[in-house]
Structures are given as structure tokens and as C-alpha cells.
């Protein structure tokens, strides 16, 4: 790990978790030893628009850098000042980040979890999408299988349907929302 990298994240049961919005900000994290990253969204708003967005993001430039000449990329590893034999490694041998990605923030159904996976993240975190709503253990616990199923669209709609109402969504365009995804970690 480089000397000038540095987190003020949280260590615990053997990790580094960190957050990210970006191909770049992900790389970085796991030069600083991140081994968990968070793919952030807006907690406690109940809209998953924004981790969506950061998702498909890192999943894009991904994609992008997996077509690239070993030039390229050299080019786009000099540009975000990361390694370059990180950058390979992501994009050319793994097609991934080389740690387990998840998605929190606003995820707040089972169709909101499924999503996160189909997008290509490894799980998802859930807080207050889920604890806001009608009824917080039957979500919960349809967010399970949700994640295992997530492209079995009948398991989806048989675990979706009779849920009590959603938590109350935040409007993020209002002008005193705080972004908590624009903060540092």
C-alpha cells in the first residue's frame, strides 16, 4: 500500500469497507486496502436512483476498459493515478473490481435488490428503506431471496407482492437534502 494512501473508514471482522461512485474512487479504495466496497447511494432517502447511477458507472467503465489496448489503458491508469497492473487486473483478467462489491443506499425492495445484483454487484445493504416501511421483517425477509433469485422473475413477483407500503421516499432534488453520497468517508 502506498504512503499516500490513507481511509477513514470503517475496519472491522477482517476488512476495510469503503465507499465509492466511480471506477477511479473504487480503484483507489482498494489500493488504500480497502476488501469490501460500497457502492453508494442515498441512505435513509428510500430512492435508489443515485446508487444506480454509481452502479452502473463503475460497471460501465469497466466494460469500456475491457476493449482497450494495453496503451489505453495505460493511459486511463496514468489519468486516475492508479497502478497500472490494478487497472489491468480489473478490467482485462477479472472483468470486476478484485474485491466484493455492494450496493446501500436507498435500496428498499426486493426489485431495488435485484437490480443492485443484476447491475453486477456481489450483495446489498439494507437499513432504513426496509426499517421506514409497513411491515420491516415480511421486506426483510423478501429481500433474501430476491437477492439469490435475482433473475427469476417469478420468484420476484411472488416475493414482491403483498408487502405492506414502501417508507416514505425523500425527494433528492429538494434544496436542504443533504447528499450523504457526496461525502467523504
Given at each position: 500500500?502506498?504512503?499516500?494512501?490513507?481511509?477513514?473508514?470503517?475496519?472491522?471482522?477482517?476488512?476495510?469497507?469503503?465507499?465509492?461512485?466511480?471506477?477511479?474512487?473504487?480503484?483507489?479504495?482498494?489500493?488504500?486496502?480497502?476488501?469490501?466496497?460500497?457502492?453508494?447511494?442515498?441512505?435513509?432517502?428510500?430512492?435508489?436512483?443515485?446508487?444506480?447511477?454509481?452502479?452502473?458507472?463503475?460497471?460501465?467503465?469497466?466494460?469500456?476498459?475491457?476493449?482497450?489496448?494495453?496503451?489505453?489503458?495505460?493511459?486511463?491508469?496514468?489519468?486516475?493515478?492508479?497502478?497500472?497492473?490494478?487497472?489491468?487486473?480489473?478490467t482485462k483478467q477479472?472483468?470486476?473490481?478484485?474485491?466484493?462489491?455492494?450496493?446501500?443506499?436507498?435500496?428498499?425492495?426486493?426489485?431495488?435488490a435485484a437490480l443492485?445484483?443484476?447491475?453486477?454487484?456481489?450483495?446489498?445493504?439494507?437499513?432504513?428503506?426496509?426499517?421506514?416501511?409497513?411491515?420491516?421483517?415480511?421486506?426483510?425477509?423478501?429481500?433474501?431471496?430476491?437477492?439469490?433469485?435475482?433473475?427469476?422473475?417469478?420468484?420476484?413477483?411472488?416475493?414482491?407482492?403483498?408487502?405492506?407500503?414502501?417508507?416514505?421516499?425523500?425527494?433528492?432534488?429538494?434544496?436542504?437534502?443533504e447528499r450523504y453520497?457526496?461525502?467523504?468517508?
Amino acid at each position: 500500500m502506498e504512503s499516500r494512501c490513507y481511509s477513514r473508514s470503517f475496519r472491522g471482522m477482517g476488512g476495510l469497507l469503503v465507499g465509492c461512485r466511480d471506477l477511479g474512487e473504487a480503484l483507489r479504495r482498494v489500493c488504500e486496502g480497502a476488501t469490501m466496497i460500497r457502492t453508494k447511494g442515498e441512505a435513509g432517502t428510500g430512492n435508489v436512483v443515485e446508487v444506480v447511477r454509481h452502479v452502473r458507472s463503475v460497471m460501465w467503465d469497466i466494460r469500456v476498459l475491457r476493449n482497450m489496448d494495453g496503451d489505453e489503458v495505460f493511459a486511463y491508469a496514468k489519468c486516475i493515478a492508479m497502478p497500472y497492473d490494478l487497472v489491468m487486473q480489473t478490467t482485462k483478467q477479472l472483468g470486476r473490481l478484485p474485491v466484493v462489491q455492494f450496493a446501500t443506499g436507498g435500496v428498499a425492495t426486493p426489485a431495488d435488490a435485484a437490480l443492485m445484483m443484476q447491475l453486477g454487484c456481489d450483495g446489498v445493504s439494507v437499513g432504513s428503506g426496509i426499517f421506514k416501511s409497513g411491515d420491516p421483517a415480511r421486506r426483510a425477509r423478501a429481500i433474501v431471496p430476491a437477492v439469490t433469485h435475482y433473475s427469476d422473475p417469478e420468484i420476484l413477483a411472488d416475493v414482491s407482492s403483498g408487502l405492506r407500503e414502501a417508507m416514505v421516499g425523500i425527494n433528492l432534488s429538494a434544496p436542504k437534502v443533504e447528499r450523504y453520497a457526496a461525502r467523504s468517508e
